[in-house]
């Protein structure tokens, strides 16, 4: 099993590839779906090898390419069961801020995902919490990691690969070090969800925002913010 990175402007999306198929693990805004299936091709690869998307959480930068991927493929979306809603107007929904230069992400938010024509979007799998998906092929579960927004899900693979989307925000994004997250529903609450994929054997993070890190540095930023 591997894992590749899809980089996106000050976002990331992720394929992961076995012998059998591949999964994609958010896929980024609207017109990003050429960036996948270019990475799709060039890990020698086929479209139709996508089996799954797993939507992290229902916001823009997350969700905005699948209807155009489900156009080059056909796979199943996985998305938390209260997101229903939020992804059928396409991604608008947006979190608030908990930084002063996050206020101006939600100005922008605020003024122009209204004047998006956003297709909707319709999950196929919604999950209980950790529930696995061996049946698809893959050796992982899918938990609920509610803070950023309330309709998070992270994928935790066998191997202690945590993808969470915006749960935690990795160093390199407007940040240098391992960080809570920028815009969130529920701060204490994200901290939770923390604990709770180091509790279920997280070892090495993929987030969506900066880069990779490790259990040791999300205990360092829970220890930091006096959190047990």
Same mark, same amino acid.
């Given at each position: 099993?591997?894992?590749?990175?899809?980089?996106?402007?000050?976002?990331?999306?992720?394929?992961?590839?076995?012998?059998?198929?591949?999964?994609?693990?958010?896929?980024?805004?609207?017109?990003?779906?050429?960036?996948?299936?270019?990475?799709?091709?060039?890990?020698?690869?086929?479209?139709?090898?996508?089996?799954?998307?797993?939507?992290?959480?229902?916001?823009?930068?997350?969700?905005? $390419?699948?209807?155009?991927?489900?156009?080059? /493929?056909?796979?199943? !979306?996985? %998305?938390?069961?209260?997101? +229903?809603?939020? #992804? *059928?107007?396409?991604g608008r929904v947006y979190s608030p801020p908990t930084q002063v230069w996050t206020r101006a992400v939600q100005w922008l938010a605020t003024n122009a995902l209204p004047l998006l024509r956003l297709p909707s979007i319709t999950p196929s799998v919604v999950p209980a919490d950790g529930e696995r998906?061996?049946?698809?092929?893959?050796?992982?579960?899918?938990?609920?990691?509610?803070?950023?927004?309330?309709?998070?899900?992270?994928?935790?693979?066998?191997?202690?690969?945590?993808?969470?989307?915006?749960?935690?925000?990795?160093?390199?994004?407007?940040? $240098?070090?391992?960080?809570?997250?920028?815009? /969130?529903?529920?701060? !204490?609450? %994200?901290?939770?969800?923390? +604990?709770?994929? #180091? *509790?279920?054997?997280?070892?090495?993070?993929?987030?969506?925002?900066?880069?990779?890190?490790?259990?040791?540095?999300?205990?360092?930023?829970?220890?930091?913010?006096?959190?047990?």
């Amino acid at each position: 099993m591997k894992v590749h990175r899809i980089q996106g402007i000050a976002f990331s999306s992720y394929l992961i590839e076995t012998s059998d198929a591949l999964f994609l693990v958010d896929s980024g805004f609207r017109w990003f779906e050429q960036l996948v299936l270019r990475k799709v091709r060039a890990i020698g690869r086929h479209p139709d090898d996508l089996a799954l998307a797993v939507l992290t959480h229902p916001h823009i930068d997350h969700v905005g $390419s699948v209807p155009a991927l489900l156009e080059h /493929a056909q796979f199943d !979306v996985v %998305a938390h069961p209260d997101s +229903r809603d939020a #992804l *059928a107007t396409g991604g608008r929904v947006y979190s608030p801020p908990t930084q002063v230069w996050t206020r101006a992400v939600q100005w922008l938010a605020t003024n122009a995902l209204p004047l998006l024509r956003l297709p909707s979007i319709t999950p196929s799998v919604v999950p209980a919490d950790g529930e696995r998906l061996d049946r698809f092929g893959l050796p992982g579960a899918l938990y609920y990691t509610p803070g950023h927004s309330e309709w998070c899900i992270s994928l935790l693979l066998d191997d202690g690969t945590a993808f969470a989307g915006d749960l935690i925000i990795g160093a390199g994004h407007m940040t $240098s070090r391992v960080s809570p997250p920028a815009m /969130a529903a529920d701060p !204490v609450g %994200a901290l939770g969800s923390m +604990r709770k994929l #180091l *509790a279920a054997g997280a070892e090495n993070f993929m987030p969506a925002h900066g880069r990779e890190f490790s259990a040791r540095d999300v205990r360092g930023l829970l220890e930091r913010l006096d959190t047990p």
